[in-house]
């Protein structure tokens, strides 16, 4: 099966009128209902994030080639993109894990690019990163109080630990084992969760579907869209466009580097993105 290969929705369709009912759009194949949270961000928008012009090089091939893009505040936004487009190298970027070569990024009115991995924690963007990567031989628990790393109100942090073993029961049950030891359902979770650690305004969520069963995929659709609701704005990672498009207010293609495409779910192009999305296009 191609990497591409979208998941079977067992869901039964929802006829359009209910959804125009609610402020979504009907029609679209998958499981809408279940996961768009809202008509929208509240206008007027504002961008909490905003790239310009960013180029991060690997050595001498330039991965990015000159990025530009907006998450609006109270947003889902998407990024969608084939295989080698330089999705986790803007995601990596952003977070401060990598370094522009030159470009602007600005989070929350101030100017991130370059600086140190923690302190954009600390202003409150937190990434989800590729491949979950939580920490194999440690506890669930001790995951989640890594998450907190930049924290220091004790009390707090274990209020939030509570909260988040609340929210997902399947941590709490499994909170003293190792993080190896997980499915990998449960580990996007705690991938997830410990992000959350940090308060974050911004998620930065890298594939979060990857190579997960259509079930876990439809969970962790579930889990953003309510993270969304909760207030979180949200910058997502997709190779999964027509899941995805079910969530996001707004999205962007990259190629080769570039932001080649922008819209909103719905638009006219849509098919032609998603295509692009799978397949990547030999113009960039
Ligand atoms: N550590 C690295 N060293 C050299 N090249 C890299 C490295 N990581 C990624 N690249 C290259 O940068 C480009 C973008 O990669 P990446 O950001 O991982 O893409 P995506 O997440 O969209 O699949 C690809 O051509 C990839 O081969
Ligand atoms: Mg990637």
Redesign the pocket.
Known sequence: MPPYALPIWEEPREKSSDARARGVRGGREGPERFYRTGPGPPAPMSALLEVKDVVTA??K?E?LKGVSLQVEQGSITCLL?P????????MMTTAGILRPRSGSIRFAGKEIAGAAPHRIVELGAALVP?NRLVFPSMTVLENLQAGAYQRNDRGGIDEDIERLFERFPRLKERAAQHGGTLSGGEQQMLSVARALMSRPKLMLMDEPSLGLAPLVVEEIFRIIAQLHKDGTTIFL?EQNAHMALTVAHHFYL?EQ?KVTFSGDPGSLAEDEVIRRAYLGSAKA
């Open positions: 690997y050595g091939i991965a993109g295989n080698g487009a330089g999705k986790t190298t803007l590729e990672v990259i580097g």
